[in-house]
């Protein structure tokens, strides 16, 4: 070997190479078998569309599978995933070079490819596959934070990769000592191995390294060979996943029931087995990493209660593992984390699925277990069914309100779509605007805004009806489709083509749902349209108020579906000075009002709202702003239930920009 000529002789010291590609041949064959039981067990469930738009769907695999975009987030995760993964990219990258080099004689493993990138940059990727695990163990055997599952599994997975980056380096060190190799130093770990093993001599280093190479061997094909059977599973389902992940807003929109079908065939409404989840549910499971991710952030899990998304999804996987038997057993309140009682928690904020990693949808399997326990059942909370009795006979779900639709409208120039059938835009008041009172001062703002901006517009008056979110999300999907066919007939027989509301529920059902039963409109969030005509200087402000001013994000307008700024464009019209909470935009905190829980009592000592109200008071803000009827209701309540002495009040974004009008 001469300086001449960077290279080294690839598979030195080892013989019976035929034995490691029959070793290697076995570890697939036993991980394939593994993989196939797994993708016969998806097939198993309900058809699901997941592979249309080819493009959108390669563009997110590429940001969220190799950029690791919800990763990141978590400061302390990022660095020790980022280590090994890229570093077990780079070191395969590495292994399939030395293969093909001798299998095919491609002549890689020379020049400068050796030296700058088999050489130094492999070993600096080694390197920092030792550091990143390292650093897992800390965090598991000293940190242990409250979200991650514990299991010798784990640990075995993290100490076997350990052992494996190791061994690797020694491999590299023994070899460069026994050849006295002339570019070692291109290697700085193996490099620095060699320094500290070099009075071993020769024979002692060549003996060590042929054992520790096929010790090496059998480490890495066993781990290949297991991967299937452990949590290593999601290095090939989680890019799948990502892949198949719903293109729609995160939950915004729920998938209709065909009830026709249902009588026909007999099947339950709702998920009552494993049989009743879609192929993609059921790789859901094979996906999870045991982050937890989805429960840290989840409003009901925070204040205390059984709710766990990660566990739902645990839970399920290992009984789907557990044989044919269990895809036709029932799993509701078969374990704990799908107990009934759990899953009524759930306010169906989606922040589970914005948190998790491999964009696994927990909460859709939340309401579809709901659908069974409502619609086949009748087993849900009394305050739930007195909120869809009055959905059925009132079409509002506000028991013994004395209210009507068009209360809030007194001393107002308002007029009805039936009167004005020019109007360019309809206002849709929504129940919790026409019927809370508080509420009622919202959309009196938000008609004298419009009207100030010469906005043509009309209402539907006593034609309204509740766009049926309460009863999807709670799981009466029979009642939500009714309500969603007779509305959608309503404004399709007035031709509406553009509606503006100033609830984010019905802005969503609006936007992402009625579509599926012949629904299409231009829908704005009054915030948006509020927003857009001060930008085209019909709206200004003339005071802004003194008063720190922070706005709390409704899930169904933020996370569901990606409104965050404009609400905020309206707060800095409004203020002089604003502030943020921790938790904000598609990150938000729950109100604690969604999914029916609005209609539930909670316990006093576990209530979200009164979480959101903590931390919309530790921001040191005089007005916590809102864009949402349902958050103003729970953050007032919060609010009082919290701020002791001080005066904090809560204003919609609609008042305070009519304020600083005034």
């Given at each position: 070997m001469?300086q001449?000529?960077?290279?080294?002789?690839?598979?030195?010291?080892i013989s019976?190479?035929?034995?490691?590609?029959?070793?290697?041949?076995?570890?697939l064959?036993?991980?394939?078998?593994g993989?196939?039981?797994?993708?016969?067990?998806?097939?198993?469930g309900?058809?699901?569309?997941?592979?249309?738009?080819p493009?959108?769907?390669?563009?997110?695999?590429?940001?969220?599978?190799?950029?690791q975009r919800?990763?990141?987030?978590?400061?302390?995760?990022?660095?020790?995933?980022?280590?090994?993964?890229?570093?077990?990219?780079v070191?395969?990258?590495?292994?399939?070079?030395?293969?093909?080099?001798?299998d095919f004689?491609?002549?890689?493993?020379?020049?400068?490819?050796?030296?700058?990138?088999?050489?130094?940059?492999?070993?600096?990727?080694g390197?920092?596959?030792?550091?990143?695990?390292s650093?897992?163990?800390?965090?598991?055997l000293?940190?242990?934070?409250?979200?991650?599952?514990?299991?010798?599994?784990a640990e075995l997975?993290l100490?076997?990769?350990?052992?494996?980056?190791?061994?690797?380096?020694?491999?590299?060190?023994w070899?460069?000592a026994?050849t006295?190799?002339?570019?070692?130093?291109?290697?700085?770990?193996?490099?620095?191995?060699?320094v500290?093993?070099?009075?071993?001599?020769?024979?002692?280093?060549?003996?060590?390294?042929?054992?520790?190479?096929?010790?090496?061997?059998?480490?890495?094909?066993g781990?290949?060979?297991?991967?299937?059977?452990?949590?290593?599973?999601?290095?090939?389902?989680?890019?799948?996943?990502?892949y198949?992940?719903?293109?729609e807003?995160?939950?915004?929109?729920l998938?209709?029931?065909?009830?026709d079908?249902?009588?026909?065939?007999?099947?339950?409404?709702?998920?009552?087995?494993?049989?009743?989840?879609?192929?993609?549910?059921?790789?859901?499971?094979d996906?999870?990493?045991?982050?937890?991710?989805?429960?840290?952030?989840?409003?009901?899990n925070?204040?205390?209660?059984?709710?766990s998304?990660r566990?739902?999804?645990?839970?399920l996987?290992?009984?789907?593992?557990?044989?044919?038997?269990?895809?036709a057993?029932?799993?509701?309140?078969?374990?704990?984390?799908?107990?009934p009682?759990?899953?009524?928690?759930?306010t169906?904020?989606?922040?589970?699925?914005?948190?998790?990693?491999?964009?696994i949808?927990?909460?859709?399997?939340?309401?579809?277990?709901r659908r069974?326990?409502?619609?086949?059942e009748?087993?849900?909370?009394d305050t739930?069914?007195?909120?869809?009795?009055?959905?059925?006979?009132?079409?509002?779900?506000?028991?013994?309100?004395?209210?009507?639709r068009?209360?809030w409208?007194?001393?107002?120039?308002?007029?009805?779509?039936?009167?004005?059938?020019?109007?360019?835009?309809?206002?849709?008041?929504?129940?919790g605007?026409?019927?809370i009172?508080?509420?009622?001062?919202v959309?009196?703002?938000?008609?004298?805004?419009?009207?100030?901006?010469?906005?043509?517009?009309?209402i539907?008056?006593?034609?309204?009806?509740?766009?049926?979110?309460?009863?999807?999300?709670i799981?009466?999907?029979?009642?939500f489709?009714?309500?969603?066919?007779?509305n959608?007939?309503?404004?399709?027989?007035?031709?509406?083509?553009?509606?503006?509301?100033?609830?984010?529920?019905?802005?969503?059902?609006?936007?992402?749902?009625y579509?599926?039963?012949?629904?299409?409109?231009?829908?704005?969030h009054?915030?948006?349209?509020?927003?857009?005509?001060?930008?085209?200087?019909?709206?200004?402000s003339?005071?802004?108020?003194?008063k720190?001013?922070?706005f709390?994000?409704?899930?169904?307008l933020?996370?569901?579906?990606?409104?965050?700024?404009?609400?905020?464009?309206?707060?800095?019209?409004?203020?002089?000075?604003?502030?943020?909470?921790?938790m904000?935009?598609e990150?938000?905190?729950?109100?604690?009002?969604?999914?029916g829980?609005?209609?539930v009592?909670?316990?006093?000592d576990?209530?979200?709202?009164?979480?959101?109200?903590r931390?919309?008071?530790?921001?040191?803000a005089?007005v916590?702003?809102?864009?949402?009827?349902?958050?103003?209701?729970?953050?007032?309540d919060?609010?009082?239930?919290?701020?002791?002495?001080?005066?904090?009040?809560?204003?919609?974004?609609?008042?305070?920009?009519?304020?600083?009008?005034?």
């Amino acid at each position: 070997m001469t300086q001449s000529a960077p290279t080294r002789e690839v598979l030195w010291n080892i013989s019976n190479i035929w034995l490691m590609y029959l070793l290697f041949a076995i570890s697939l064959a036993i991980a394939g078998y593994g993989l196939y039981r797994r993708v016969s067990a998806w097939r198993r469930g309900l058809p699901a569309d997941r592979f249309d738009r080819p493009k959108e769907r390669l563009q997110r695999l590429l940001k969220h599978a190799l950029g690791q975009r919800r990763t990141i987030r978590e400061k302390y995760a990022v660095v020790f995933h980022t280590f090994i993964y890229t570093g077990f990219i780079v070191l395969t990258v590495a292994t399939s070079v030395v293969a093909v080099h001798h299998d095919f004689g491609l002549l890689l493993m020379q020049g400068a490819f050796y030296l700058y990138f088999q050489s130094f940059i492999v070993d600096i990727f080694g390197a920092l596959v030792l550091i990143g695990v390292s650093i897992a163990l800390w965090r598991r055997l000293a940190l242990k934070p409250k979200k991650l599952v514990y299991t010798d599994e784990a640990e075995l997975i993290l100490g076997a990769i350990w052992l494996i980056a190791l061994t690797g380096f020694l491999l590299e060190g023994w070899r460069i000592a026994a050849t006295d190799d002339p570019w070692g130093a291109w290697s700085p770990i193996g490099y620095l191995v060699a320094v500290v093993s070099k009075p071993m001599g020769k024979s002692a280093l060549t003996t060590l390294h042929f054992v520790t190479w096929w010790s090496h061997a059998a480490l890495v094909f066993g781990f290949i060979a297991a991967a299937p059977y452990t949590k290593m599973l999601h290095v090939l389902t989680a890019p799948l996943n990502i892949y198949t992940s719903r293109l729609e807003p995160s939950g915004g929109s729920l998938k209709p029931m065909d009830f026709d079908k249902l009588a026909e065939t007999g099947e339950p409404m709702g998920v009552k087995t494993l049989a009743g989840f879609t192929w993609k549910d059921l790789a859901d499971f094979d996906s999870c990493t045991e982050c937890g991710r989805c429960t840290s952030v989840c409003p009901a899990n925070t204040v205390g209660k059984e709710l766990s998304p990660r566990d739902i999804i645990l839970d399920l996987r290992d009984f789907a593992r557990g044989g044919d038997g269990n895809f036709a057993a029932p799993i509701i309140g078969s374990m704990p984390a799908t107990s009934p009682d759990a899953l009524w928690q759930c306010t169906t904020c989606g922040a589970c699925m914005e948190a998790c990693p491999v964009f696994i949808e927990q909460m859709p399997k939340i309401v579809d277990m709901r659908r069974f326990l409502v619609m086949e059942e009748s087993d849900f909370p009394d305050t739930m069914q007195e909120a869809m009795t009055s959905l059925e006979s009132r079409q509002h779900p506000f028991r013994g309100t004395q209210a009507t639709r068009m209360d809030w409208a007194d001393g107002l120039n308002v007029k009805t779509i039936a009167e004005a059938r020019d109007a360019e835009v309809l206002f849709w008041i929504g129940c919790g605007g026409a019927l809370i009172e508080r509420n009622q001062k919202v959309v009196r703002a938000t008609a004298q805004l419009l009207e100030k901006a010469g906005v043509k517009f009309a209402i539907l008056g006593r034609e309204e009806k509740c766009t049926g979110d309460p009863a999807r999300r709670i799981g009466n999907e029979f009642l939500f489709e009714m309500m969603a066919k007779d509305n959608v007939e309503t404004l399709n027989g007035y031709g509406v083509k553009k509606i503006v509301t100033s609830c984010p529920h019905c802005f969503n059902t609006f936007r992402n749902e009625y579509p599926q039963f012949g629904g299409s409109y231009e829908v704005f969030h009054h915030s948006e349209f509020l927003a857009k005509l001060v930008d085209e200087g019909k709206l200004s402000s003339v005071s802004k108020t003194d008063k720190t001013v922070t706005f709390h994000d409704p899930c169904y307008l933020g996370r569901h579906n990606g409104v965050t700024e404009a609400p905020r464009q309206l707060v800095q019209i409004a203020s002089q000075k604003t502030v943020e909470m921790q938790m904000n935009r598609e990150q938000g905190f729950c109100c604690g009002g969604g999914g029916g829980m609005s209609f539930v009592e909670e316990p006093k000592d576990k209530r979200v709202n009164q979480e959101r109200a903590r931390q919309a008071l530790e921001t040191g803000a005089d007005v916590v702003a809102v864009g949402c009827p349902f958050c103003m209701t729970m953050l007032e309540d919060g609010i009082n239930a919290k701020r002791g002495e001080r005066d904090v009040k809560v204003m919609d974004v609609a008042e305070l920009l009519l304020q600083s009008m005034k």
